[in-house]
Protein backbone atom coordinates (compact mmCIF):
# COMPACT_ATOMS: atom_id res chain seq x y z
CA UNK A 1 0.00 0.00 0.00
CA UNK A 2 1.32 3.69 -0.91
CA UNK A 3 1.52 6.03 2.26
CA UNK A 4 0.53 9.37 1.69
CA UNK A 5 2.51 11.09 4.05
CA UNK A 6 1.73 14.65 5.73
CA UNK A 7 4.22 15.93 3.92
CA UNK A 8 2.73 14.80 0.14
CA UNK A 9 -0.19 16.52 1.63
CA UNK A 10 1.16 19.39 1.97
CA UNK A 11 2.67 19.60 -0.96
CA UNK A 12 -0.80 18.45 -2.34
CA UNK A 13 -2.57 21.73 -0.83
CA UNK A 14 0.34 23.80 -2.05
CA UNK A 15 1.19 22.69 -6.11
CA UNK A 16 -2.47 20.87 -7.11
CA UNK A 17 -0.89 17.48 -7.65
CA UNK A 18 0.67 14.52 -6.14
CA UNK A 19 2.91 12.23 -7.95
CA UNK A 20 2.22 8.21 -6.96
CA UNK A 21 4.78 6.03 -8.50
CA UNK A 22 4.63 2.29 -9.43
CA UNK A 23 1.12 2.17 -8.89
CA UNK A 24 -0.26 -0.68 -11.16
CA UNK A 25 1.87 -3.18 -12.68
CA UNK A 26 3.33 -2.94 -16.21
CA UNK A 27 0.85 -6.19 -16.97
CA UNK A 28 -2.12 -4.10 -15.66
CA UNK A 29 -0.98 -1.26 -17.24
CA UNK A 30 -0.86 -3.04 -20.85
CA UNK A 31 -3.92 -4.46 -20.32
CA UNK A 32 -5.49 -1.78 -19.91
CA UNK A 33 -3.91 -0.21 -23.05
CA UNK A 34 -4.91 -3.02 -24.98
CA UNK A 35 -8.74 -2.83 -23.79
CA UNK A 36 -8.63 0.98 -24.67
CA UNK A 37 -7.16 0.35 -28.11
CA UNK A 38 -9.95 -2.23 -29.34
CA UNK A 39 -12.91 -0.32 -27.66
CA UNK A 40 -11.30 3.23 -29.46
CA UNK A 41 -10.82 1.11 -32.89
CA UNK A 42 -14.11 -0.22 -32.27
CA UNK A 43 -16.36 3.56 -32.17
CA UNK A 44 -14.48 6.27 -33.66
CA UNK A 45 -10.94 5.53 -34.12
CA UNK A 46 -9.73 8.42 -33.73
CA UNK A 47 -6.87 10.41 -31.34
CA UNK A 48 -8.33 12.20 -28.38
CA UNK A 49 -10.11 11.82 -25.22
CA UNK A 50 -12.36 8.81 -25.01
CA UNK A 51 -15.25 9.38 -21.96
CA UNK A 52 -16.71 6.62 -20.00
CA UNK A 53 -19.43 7.19 -17.47
CA UNK A 54 -19.55 4.85 -14.49
CA UNK A 55 -22.68 3.11 -15.18
CA UNK A 56 -21.78 2.20 -19.04
CA UNK A 57 -18.15 1.47 -18.16
CA UNK A 58 -16.14 -1.37 -19.08
CA UNK A 59 -15.16 -3.88 -16.14
CA UNK A 60 -11.28 -3.85 -16.36
CA UNK A 61 -11.52 0.31 -16.78
CA UNK A 62 -13.78 0.02 -13.50
CA UNK A 63 -11.57 -2.05 -11.77
CA UNK A 64 -8.48 -0.30 -12.55
CA UNK A 65 -10.34 3.13 -11.54
CA UNK A 66 -11.84 1.80 -8.42
CA UNK A 67 -8.68 -0.06 -7.35
CA UNK A 68 -7.69 -0.12 -3.87
CA UNK A 69 -4.58 1.37 -4.66
CA UNK A 70 -6.33 4.47 -5.89
CA UNK A 71 -8.32 4.35 -3.06
CA UNK A 72 -5.37 4.51 -0.44
CA UNK A 73 -4.02 7.39 -2.51
CA UNK A 74 -7.14 9.23 -2.89
CA UNK A 75 -8.69 9.00 0.39
CA UNK A 76 -6.55 11.52 2.41
CA UNK A 77 -6.82 14.14 -0.28
CA UNK A 78 -10.65 13.64 -0.80
CA UNK A 79 -11.89 12.35 2.08
CA UNK A 80 -13.02 8.75 2.98
CA UNK A 81 -16.12 8.54 1.24
CA UNK A 82 -14.57 9.09 -2.26
CA UNK A 83 -17.04 8.49 -5.34
CA UNK A 84 -15.91 7.00 -9.00
CA UNK A 85 -17.49 9.18 -11.90
CA UNK A 86 -15.74 8.50 -14.97
CA UNK A 87 -12.92 7.70 -16.80
CA UNK A 88 -10.88 8.69 -20.29
CA UNK A 89 -8.62 6.80 -21.98
CA UNK A 90 -6.47 9.53 -24.29
CA UNK A 91 -5.38 8.72 -27.29
CA UNK A 92 -2.34 10.41 -29.12
CA UNK A 93 -1.85 8.96 -32.48
CA UNK A 94 2.07 8.96 -34.29
CA UNK A 95 0.45 12.12 -36.23
CA UNK A 96 -0.61 14.34 -33.30
CA UNK A 97 1.88 17.12 -33.59
CA UNK A 98 0.00 19.82 -31.46
CA UNK A 99 -0.04 20.64 -27.80
CA UNK A 100 -3.75 19.61 -26.25
CA UNK A 101 -4.40 22.98 -24.88
CA UNK A 102 -4.04 24.84 -21.10
CA UNK A 103 -6.98 24.25 -19.51
CA UNK A 104 -8.71 23.91 -15.58
CA UNK A 105 -11.05 20.71 -16.10
CA UNK A 106 -13.90 22.27 -13.45
CA UNK A 107 -14.19 24.00 -16.92
CA UNK A 108 -15.95 21.47 -18.66
CA UNK A 109 -17.80 20.28 -15.41
CA UNK A 110 -18.11 23.12 -12.58
CA UNK A 111 -19.08 22.18 -9.11
CA UNK A 112 -17.79 20.98 -6.14
CA UNK A 113 -14.17 20.06 -6.18
CA UNK A 114 -13.09 16.95 -8.16
CA UNK A 115 -10.25 15.03 -8.66
CA UNK A 116 -8.37 12.70 -11.31
CA UNK A 117 -5.53 10.61 -11.54
CA UNK A 118 -3.18 10.99 -15.19
CA UNK A 119 -2.63 6.81 -15.11
CA UNK A 120 0.66 6.23 -17.26
CA UNK A 121 -0.16 3.04 -19.78
CA UNK A 122 3.09 3.57 -20.93
CA UNK A 123 6.13 5.62 -19.88
CA UNK A 124 5.28 9.53 -20.69
CA UNK A 125 8.10 12.31 -21.98
CA UNK A 126 8.57 15.30 -23.64
CA UNK A 127 8.99 13.55 -26.98
CA UNK A 128 5.57 11.44 -26.90
CA UNK A 129 3.72 14.10 -25.25
CA UNK A 130 3.35 13.81 -21.14
CA UNK A 131 1.48 16.04 -19.29
CA UNK A 132 2.40 19.49 -18.26
CA UNK A 133 1.30 21.56 -15.13
CA UNK A 134 1.68 24.80 -13.47
CA UNK A 135 2.11 24.23 -9.58
CA UNK A 136 0.06 26.34 -7.52
CA UNK A 137 -2.16 27.37 -10.44
CA UNK A 138 -5.22 25.15 -8.73
CA UNK A 139 -5.32 27.93 -6.16
CA UNK A 140 -7.82 29.90 -8.24
CA UNK A 141 -10.27 30.40 -11.46
CA UNK A 142 -8.49 31.37 -14.37
CA UNK A 143 -10.56 32.46 -17.45
CA UNK A 144 -11.25 29.98 -20.16
CA UNK A 145 -12.07 31.29 -24.33
CA UNK A 146 -14.73 29.16 -25.98
CA UNK A 147 -12.67 27.59 -29.33
CA UNK A 148 -13.88 24.77 -31.39
CA UNK A 149 -11.19 23.14 -33.50
CA UNK A 150 -9.49 19.74 -34.82
CA UNK A 151 -7.69 20.09 -31.26
CA UNK A 152 -10.73 19.29 -29.28
CA UNK A 153 -10.81 20.59 -25.80
CA UNK A 154 -13.49 23.69 -26.26
CA UNK A 155 -12.61 25.50 -22.85
CA UNK A 156 -8.62 26.77 -23.41
CA UNK A 157 -6.24 28.96 -21.85
CA UNK A 158 -3.56 30.48 -24.61
CA UNK A 159 0.24 30.24 -24.06
CA UNK A 160 -0.24 34.27 -24.10
CA UNK A 161 -2.99 34.73 -20.89
CA UNK A 162 -0.35 32.61 -18.81
CA UNK A 163 2.28 35.02 -18.53
CA UNK A 164 5.82 34.09 -17.25
CA UNK A 165 4.07 31.70 -15.00
CA UNK A 166 6.31 28.41 -13.97
CA UNK A 167 5.43 25.06 -16.78
CA UNK A 168 6.60 21.26 -15.15
CA UNK A 169 6.88 18.58 -17.65
CA UNK A 170 5.54 15.71 -16.04
CA UNK A 171 7.68 12.51 -16.82
CA UNK A 172 5.97 9.03 -16.18
CA UNK A 173 6.47 5.51 -16.12
CA UNK A 174 4.28 2.83 -16.77
CA UNK A 175 2.07 2.45 -13.59
CA UNK A 176 2.84 5.84 -12.33
CA UNK A 177 -0.39 7.69 -11.17
CA UNK A 178 -0.55 11.98 -11.13
CA UNK A 179 -3.35 12.60 -8.91
CA UNK A 180 -4.47 16.33 -9.43
CA UNK A 181 -7.13 19.03 -8.50
CA UNK A 182 -9.46 20.06 -11.16
CA UNK A 183 -8.55 23.50 -10.95
CA UNK A 184 -4.44 22.48 -11.67
CA UNK A 185 -3.62 24.30 -15.08
CA UNK A 186 -2.43 21.07 -17.30
CA UNK A 187 -1.33 20.96 -20.74
CA UNK A 188 0.62 18.15 -22.80
CA UNK A 189 3.12 18.29 -25.34
CA UNK A 190 2.50 16.86 -28.83
CA UNK A 191 3.89 13.74 -30.02
CA UNK A 192 6.50 13.51 -31.89
CA UNK A 193 7.76 10.05 -31.06
CA UNK A 194 6.52 8.37 -34.03
CA UNK A 195 4.70 5.76 -31.67
CA UNK A 196 1.15 5.84 -29.99
CA UNK A 197 1.06 7.62 -26.40
CA UNK A 198 -2.00 6.32 -24.54
CA UNK A 199 -3.12 7.10 -20.86
CA UNK A 200 -6.00 6.51 -18.73
CA UNK A 201 -7.85 9.38 -16.20
CA UNK A 202 -10.23 8.06 -14.11
CA UNK A 203 -12.28 11.18 -12.01
CA UNK A 204 -13.53 11.34 -8.51
CA UNK A 205 -15.07 13.26 -5.74
CA UNK A 206 -16.06 13.54 -2.36
CA UNK A 207 -19.77 11.97 -1.41
CA UNK A 208 -20.21 14.41 1.44
CA UNK A 209 -19.56 17.39 -0.45
CA UNK A 210 -22.83 18.96 -2.40
CA UNK A 211 -22.05 19.51 -6.16
CA UNK A 212 -24.17 21.57 -8.35
CA UNK A 213 -22.29 19.77 -11.40
CA UNK A 214 -24.75 17.99 -13.85
CA UNK A 215 -22.38 16.25 -15.91
CA UNK A 216 -22.54 12.78 -13.92
CA UNK A 217 -26.08 11.47 -13.17
CA UNK A 218 -24.68 8.22 -11.67
CA UNK A 219 -21.35 7.18 -9.26
CA UNK A 220 -19.88 4.72 -7.58
CA UNK A 221 -18.81 4.83 -4.13
CA UNK A 222 -15.37 3.17 -3.70
CA UNK A 223 -14.28 3.65 -0.36
CA UNK A 224 -15.72 4.30 3.10
CA UNK A 225 -14.17 4.96 6.26
CA UNK A 226 -11.72 2.28 7.36
O1 LIG B 1 -3.50 13.20 -21.77
C1 LIG B 1 -3.41 14.28 -22.34
O2 LIG B 1 -2.72 14.45 -23.33
C2 LIG B 1 -4.19 15.48 -21.83
C3 LIG B 1 -5.51 15.08 -21.31
C4 LIG B 1 -6.20 16.19 -20.59
O3 LIG B 1 -5.66 17.23 -20.39
C5 LIG B 1 -7.56 16.02 -20.11
O4 LIG B 1 -8.22 15.03 -20.48
O5 LIG B 1 -8.03 16.89 -19.36
Known amino acids: MQKVTDKARSSFAKNGF ?23 ENTSGSSGVHVWMCDT ?42 ASPWHQDEAYWGGATKMSAWIALEDATPENGCLRVIPGSHLRKWDHASVRDARGFNNRISDDDLGDEQMMDVVMQRGDALVFHDRLLHSSHPNRSGRERWSFIPTYRNADVPDSSTVWATSKRIADAV
Open 57 to 98: IPPLFESISCDPRMADILRPLIGSRIEFLSAKPVYKSPRVHF
Open 18 to 40: LMAEAVFTAEEMMACKAAAKELV
